[in-house]
C-alpha cells in the first residue's frame, strides 16, 4: 500500500515562502524561491524550491502544472550559469525518510564550486 503524503504548510519552506522567516535569496519569480543553503555542503549549495506545496520530487512531477515544472528547470538553469558552474555540479532531492529528506517540501539542492567527489559513499 503507497503512502499518501500529506504536506505541512508549517515547514520551514513553506514560512520562507511566506516571508516569516528570512533566506539569502538568490531568485525568485512567480513559481520558484532560492536562496543559499544555511549549513553548506560545498563552496556553493543552493535550495531552489517551487513555491506551491509539493512534498517531494514525485508530488511536484505528478501534480504541479506545466507552467510551475517549466519555471523551475529553467530557474535551475539560471542558477547553474548565473554562479558559473560550468566545470559541473550535482543537483540532488531527497525524498522521504529512506532518502534523507529533512524538510517535507520539495527542493533541489544544488551543489558545485569544487569537485563533489563520490555520488553514495
Known amino acids: 500500500?503507497?503512502?499518501i503524503k500529506k504536506y505541512d504548510n508549517d515547514n520551514i519552506f513553506a514560512k520562507i515562502i511566506r516571508g516569516e522567516i528570512p533566506c539569502g535569496k538568490i531568485f525568485e519569480d512567480e513559481h520558484v524561491l532560492?536562496?543559499?543553503?544555511?549549513?553548506?555542503?560545498a563552496p556553493i549549495h543552493i535550495l531552489v524550491i517551487p513555491k506551491g506545496a509539493y512534498v517531494d520530487l514525485a508530488d511536484f512531477?505528478?501534480?504541479a502544472s506545466g507552467?510551475?515544472?517549466?519555471a523551475f528547470h529553467r530557474a535551475v538553469a539560471q542558477?547553474?550559469?548565473?554562479?558559473?558552474l560550468t566545470a559541473g555540479?550535482?543537483?540532488i532531492s531527497n525524498a522521504g525518510?529512506?532518502?534523507?529528506q529533512e524538510v517535507?517540501?520539495?527542493h533541489l539542492h544544488i551543489v558545485g564550486g569544487a569537485p563533489i567527489g563520490a555520488m553514495i559513499p
Not at 67 to 70: A, L, N, P, Q, R
Not at 79 to 84: A, C, G, L, Q, S
Open 104 to 106: 517535507p517540501h520539495y
Open 61 to 63: 512531477s505528478a501534480n
Open 79 to 84: 542558477i547553474v550559469k548565473d554562479h558559473d
Open 67 to 70: 507552467d510551475e515544472i517549466t
Open 89 to 91: 555540479f550535482r543537483a
Open 1 to 3: 500500500m503507497t503512502e
Open 97 to 100: 525518510g529512506h532518502g534523507g
Open 34 to 41: 532560492a536562496f543559499y543553503d544555511i549549513a553548506p555542503q
